[in-house]
């Protein structure tokens, strides 16, 4: 296994560098730069080209493509990430600045949809066509249908607004302190973010554990007279569990860049809000951090899933 | 075989005329330009679009004390614009580009009902959206003297926000529109209203100006947006006036009151707080409440950014040929960090504000206009020739008369150069201290919470007295953000401004908010590509 993951590692470097490189291109390939982006249109209007061209140059802006690359490269490799391009703050800073928020969120969301996902397909599943069943197939549905925007501000309307149970948005406020002041803060946008991913688990847990309970070997433990709850659970629910954690480890890397309408509508300063405004802004350094960021994760969690599924799964073998 | 000879030189005829009509440009006819303005009803757009929250325009310069009397309206008339289209030998066959950079529903629904009066008329036009270099796009010139527009468009939507009325007309100069070619006429006309600080004559130059552009129509003005200050029932600006909110007036926040929260705490909420940056005050000096309620300025205005008196200076004077300004500092100024304001951060200011590419157009020309400013900024001269100072005053000397100097300095905040001398002024708004601003208004600021909050806190040591509140709290929302709504309806909002309808249209229906409308000067107008040829 230690060479399996070696290697997977090793794999991870040219696979950043080729993704880094066409991100750039991507950015490239937009119309614009940071400076027109700056710049109000009303403003360019009096500022000379010679004005504009020196902003770009002091910006690093007017080297070639894959000269302005290189330097970025180098640099990602000597440790030195950049500045923002609109605000020269280190991009180092803004991504520790926001990644905090983003993986609160996250981690509510993964713990909650995972613990009670699997819970309650399982259930549904070992009460297959009964009314539990159904109704929480339609829960589920409801769940992977009704978008996230929507949810989150009928549950802001109804928690935040009508009820004043708990606040508007925004993650921390003056004078909070320790994380009990912070708690009321993460409760609705971790709770409708763990509630749509709820719906997701539930349904794939169901239909896993379904094909787990048909297969041979759920007879044979019945015929060596095993107690129900280690049929279904032991044996039962372990190979289930395969498909199950696939889906909860590829969603890992989508919750740091993938909670910006949940961090919109709640007024979340996650580092999915930095991630489209340094796209709009064609802020490219900080683009480029968080983009190889969410990459690494995809990565990250691609090995930790074969691993895991290795470890539940003894059929299963790294090497 | 005659036949054949016939229908190839028909076609040969018509290929000609459509490659003229190609290179021609038909709305450099001002009958094409009359004709467009009459074929709009803005009226029934105002009333139906805009839900009755704007004005039908007929100038660029706003209703009130500057206007033009006896301005003809181009009431709507399809008859009279067909008319003139007809007079005009209108090619009905070509399609008007018509672009704009507004990402709003608005946009898009005013560009369908511009469509359709157009069409009614025999004008066909298409829309789209500036995308990426949207000003190289907007504003490319073509080379002097060249009667062939560098840019690609027809027609261009967009607005003019003013600070001083000169910008409504400053931009129509020979050889610095990208779509009015200019005239003598037109650099007289822009000479006579930049020439004088005589008011009387100022208005006069004006009125003439309203004048001739009403006629001619480099811009179709459309409508004047206003603007709306909302505030909480729970908060009093105790007699504070009402002004135009995007720039600074005395609106006296050092004596507004707001009900104590549950722990007695008197905490004013507001929005237009920093997600990454604090933005400098040099550009949009009153925008963010971090400038507004952060920096003071040598000058103060009224509510219609008339100049009144000083804030930061004890007093100035102006020479009566209008070529030099001298202030005076009052005694013991301090930055919110307790160094000492000087005279010497106000001279600094201005002369790093010359080299800083993107500052307000009225402050850029106020400080050109300096003495020595031209050999300053070229490298030739360590520093500006005609700004002088003597202990606690300044005195400035104009090697051309600027007739907004006044406004400039109650707009323009001196920022410190102890924490700032070091700046590359092309990287200004990318130095470190914008990460938390030292400045010399009545409220300094405490906490930063980027992309979060900003608290603010009253500054002790205040020229103006101590504020009356305990805080001052942002939140990072602003105008046409679905936060704002929410944030009013939690009563986490107590004042604040928008031009957004839809904000208005959903504040006024709170309980807990009131919203005042004030007249500003802003103007969305139609820029029309008026060179002869065009480059499309």
């Known amino acids: 296994m230690l060479t399996f993951i070696i290697r997977r590692l090793l794999i991870v470097v040219p696979m950043l560098f080729v993704i880094s490189f066409l991100v750039y291109l991507g950015l490239e390939l937009t119309p614009g730069d940071a400076v027109s982006h700056m710049i109000d249109p009303e403003v360019a209007s009096r500022i000379s080209a010679e004005q504009l061209s020196e902003m770009r140059e002091a910006l690093g802006l007017n080297k070639s493509f894959l000269e302005r690359y290189y330097i970025w490269i180098v640099n990602v490799l000597q440790g030195d990430f950049g500045h923002s391009l609109a605000g020269g703050v280190p991009i180092s800073d803004i991504v520790f600045d926001r990644l905090p928020a983003t993986l609160e969120l996250s981690f509510i969301a993964i713990v909650f949809s995972t613990i009670f996902g699997c819970l309650l397909g399982v259930f549904s599943a070992l009460k297959k066509g009964s009314l539990t069943d159904n109704s929480l197939s339609v829960v589920g549905m409801l769940g992977i249908s009704i978008p996230e925007f929507f949810f989150g501000l009928v549950a802001l309307l109804i928690f935040a607004l009508n009820l004043q149970w708990l606040p508007i948005g925004g993650r921390l406020l003056p004078g909070y302190e320790t994380i009990w002041d912070r708690l009321p803060h993460m409760v609705l946008p971790g709770f409708v973010l763990a509630l749509m991913m709820t719906a997701g688990v539930m349904r794939y847990s169901r239909s896993a554990m379904l094909d787990s309970l048909s297969r041979d070997f759920i007879k044979t433990a019945r015929a060596k007279g095993l107690p129900e709850w280690r049929i279904n659970f032991i044996h039962g629910f372990r190979v289930a569990l395969t498909p199950v954690i696939v889906l909860i480890g590829f969603r890992l890397p989508t919750l740091i860049g993938g909670s910006v309408i949940i961090e919109q509508v709640f007024q979340w300063p996650g580092i999915g809000n930095e991630f489209i405004a340094a796209v709009r802004g064609q802020d490219y350094p900080l683009v480029m951090m968080i983009a190889l960021f969410s990459v690494f994760a995809v990565l990250m969690a691609s090995l930790i899933i074969d691993v895991l599924t290795a470890l539940v799964d003894p059929r299963v073998r790294l090497d | ?536």
């Open chain 2, 1 to 536: 075989m005659n036949k054949f000879i016939g229908v190839a030189l028909a076609a040969a005829v018509q290929m000609t005329s459509s490659l003229a009509y190609a290179d021609v440009n038909q709305l450099s006819d001002v009958r094409v330009r009359q004709a467009i303005a009459y074929a709009i009803d803005m009226d029934t757009i105002v009333e139906t679009l805009f839900e009755g929250k704007a004005i039908a325009a007929d100038s660029m310069i706003p209703n009130g004390a500057w206007k033009a009397p006896g301005l003809n309206k181009y009431t709507y008339n399809p008859d009279k614009a067909r008319e003139l289209l007809k007079a005009a030998n209108w090619d009905s066959s070509q399609t008007l580009d018509v672009v704009f950079y507004y990402g709003d529903q608005l946009t898009a629904d005013l560009m369908v009902a511009m469509q359709a009066y157009l069409g009614d008329v025999g004008v066909k036009m298409t829309y789209r959206k500036l995308e990426g270099d949207v000003g190289g796009q907007l504003n490319a010139k073509p080379d002097a003297g060249s009667d062939t527009s560098a840019i690609k468009w027809d027609i261009a939507y967009g607005a003019k926000a003013a600070l001083a009325l000169q910008e409504y007309y400053n931009g129509y100069q020979m050889g610095t529109s990208s779509y009015t070619p200019g005239n003598k006429e037109l650099d007289g006309l822009i000479e006579r209203i930049n020439g004088t600080v005589d008011v009387a004559k100022q208005k006069t130059a004006f009125a003439d100006f309203e004048k001739y552009e009403n006629e001619n129509l480099s811009d179709i003005p459309l409508y004047y947006q206003q603007l709306f200050v909302y505030e909480s029932k729970r908060m009093s600006r105790n007699g504070g006036q009402y002004g135009n909110d995007q720039f600074n007036y005395d609106w006296n926040i050092v004596n507004w009151t707001v009900e104590p929260d549950a722990k007695g705490k008197k905490v004013l909420y507001t929005n237009t707080a920093p997600s990454q940056f604090f933005e400098h005050p040099w550009l949009n000096p009153g925008v963010f409440i971090a400038s507004k309620a952060g920096f003071d300025h040598l000058l103060t205005a009224d509510g219609s950014l008339v100049p009144t008196g000083g804030q930061l200076a004890k007093s100035f004077s102006v020479s009566d040929d209008g070529m030099s300004l001298t202030f005076e500092l009052k005694d013991g100024l301090k930055w919110h960090d307790g160094e000492a304001l000087t005279a010497a951060d106000v001279a600094w200011s201005i002369e790093t504000a010359l080299k800083v590419p993107a500052i307000n157009a009225v402050f850029a020309k106020t400080f050109d206009s300096i003495e020595g400013a031209t050999a300053f900024k070229d490298g030739s001269a360590s520093s500006v020739s005609g700004i002088k100072i003597d202990g606690n005053n300044i005195s400035l000397s104009f090697a051309k008369l600027d007739p907004n100097m006044l406004l400039t300095f109650s707009q323009f905040p001196p920022l410190p150069k102890h924490l700032l001398g070091d700046v590359n002024p092309l990287e200004f708004q990318q130095h470190s201290f914008w990460q938390k601003p030292i400045g010399s208004g009545p409220f300094k600021i405490e906490e930063v919470q980027m992309n979060d909050f900003v608290r603010y806190t009253p500054f002790a040591d205040y020229h103006g007295g101590v504020a009356k509140v305990d805080e001052l709290v942002s939140f990072p929302s602003g105008q046409g953000d679905a936060n704002v709504l929410k944030n009013a309806a939690a009563g986490r909002l107590d004042f604040g401004f928008t031009k957004s309808v839809g904000d208005v249209k959903a504040l006024e229906a709170m309980e807990n908010m009131k919203v005042v409308a004030a007249d500003i000067p802003y103007t969305r107008s139609l820029r029309i590509n008026k060179f002869a040829n065009n480059a499309k």
